[in-house]
């Protein structure tokens, strides 16, 4: 069964602006992380933040976690059309054995 | 570097046929690998993963199989395809033991494969 459940099931906006996407988890986690994935193609990991920190940035990326609501959220500014993707989180229990959200489609129009 | 090849991309099957996907890991040793089902429009199903040769578990009972003949190959069969195991599958390797890093996965390009 699937962990994680990211909020909205779609999101569009324009270039330059800002994208946040939410995840909600059930049980304790040791980590939380976001991937990204192109249409047809591999996910690709962006950042991990662990339970006992509470935000995270990397570049263009900011990353909050509440373990007392079980809920992550990814920030993206300045957005651009190559940022169009499907973005998911992904829960680690221990042994890295990742459990995956069902995902938001980001859309930026140019 | 560490890179992940997954072939074939694409697969196009009878109901009933067999089928294997293979996946290969180079630039590292002793890797976790792990197999995903992404059905159309939805998040990831944990399938199969691997912490050595020949040590599989199962996460969901169904109709594939998979092995791990070398440290760095990693293989997902079935003697007869349904039509439900449709979808895109994903191999994605880890690091393990005092190699691991951040937990985070590498995966594969993924094979599409439809069941007809």
């Known amino acids: 069964s699937q962990q994680g459940e990211e909020d909205p099931q779609a999101l569009s906006i324009q270039e330059g602006e800002n994208a946040t996407m939410n995840c909600s988890y059930k049980?304790?986690?040791?980590?939380l992380q976001w991937y990204r994935q192109n249409s047809g193609r591999g996910l690709v990991h962006l950042i991990l933040i662990r339970s006992n920190e509470r935000e995270k940035h990397s570049g263009r990326l900011r990353v909050t976690l509440d373990t007392s609501k079980k809920s992550s959220s990814l920030l993206i500014t300045a957005s651009r059309a190559a940022d169009t993707a499907s973005y998911f989180c992904?829960?680690?229990?221990?042994?890295?054995?990742?459990?995956f959200g069902t995902g938001t489609r980001l859309l930026v129009s140019p | 570097s560490q890179t992940i090849h997954q072939w074939p991309a694409t697969l196009v099957q009878p109901v009933g046929s067999p089928l294997s996907l293979e996946c290969t890991v180079e630039?590292?040793?002793?890797?976790?690998l792990y197999w995903y089902r992404q059905a159309a429009g939805r998040g990831l199903q944990l399938l199969f993963y691997?912490?050595?040769?020949?040590?599989i578990s199962s996460e969901v009972p169904q109709n594939l199989s998979a092995s791990r003949p070398q440290d760095r190959q990693f293989i997902l069969s079935s003697k007869k395809l349904l039509l439900s195991d449709s979808g895109f599958y994903l191999c994605a390797w880890s690091g393990s033991g005092q190699g691991a890093r951040t937990g985070e996965l590498f995966f594969g390009e993924g094979s599409r494969l439809t069941v007809l």
């Open positions: 691997s912490v050595g040769i020949g040590q």
């Open positions: 049980t304790s986690i040791n980590n």
């Open positions: 992904a829960t680690g229990a221990g042994f890295q054995k990742l459990v």
């Open positions: 630039g590292t040793s002793n890797p976790n």
